[in-house]
């Protein structure tokens, strides 16, 4: 059973950083991209950032976070992928969710993590 798990989020100040990690588990293939979404309170869950196979050339950012976040998968470590959050901002506090697009013996699908909460406030 493929699992996906978020750490990373908290509290921080204006201006401050956050980095948040996912990492997916289980009888995997193959990861085709792997992405963070949120949802401010009250609102509908946005894309925040992508990456898919091909590293850097394959990300795509929200217009919102575009030079302040960045998406980068773990060389190291299979299956894992970081969020550098920077110059935060209180339009920025929301439950990030981990989303993961693979192949594994269950087939082709989307996961997704239960989410970290991320505030930003002064």
């Known amino acids: 059973q493929v699992q996906v798990v978020e750490s990373g989020g908290g509290l921080v100040q204006p201006g401050g950083s956050l980095r948040l990690s996912c990492a997916a588990s289980g009888y995997i293939f193959s990861t085709y991209t792997m992405g963070w979404y949120r949802q401010p309170p009250g609102k509908q869950r946005d894309l925040v950032a992508r990456i898919g196979n091909g590293g850097a050339e394959t990300t795509n950012y929200a217009d919102s976070v575009r030079g302040r976040f960045t998406i980068s998968r773990d060389n190291a470590a299979e299956n894992t992928v970081h969020l550098q959050m920077n110059n935060l901002k209180s339009e920025d506090t929301a439950v990030y969710f981990c989303?993961?697009?693979?192949?594994?013996?269950?087939?082709?699908?989307?996961?997704w993590g239960q989410g970290t909460q991320v505030t930003v406030s002064s």
């Open positions: 989303n993961v697009y693979l192949r594994s013996n269950e087939g082709v699908k989307d996961y």
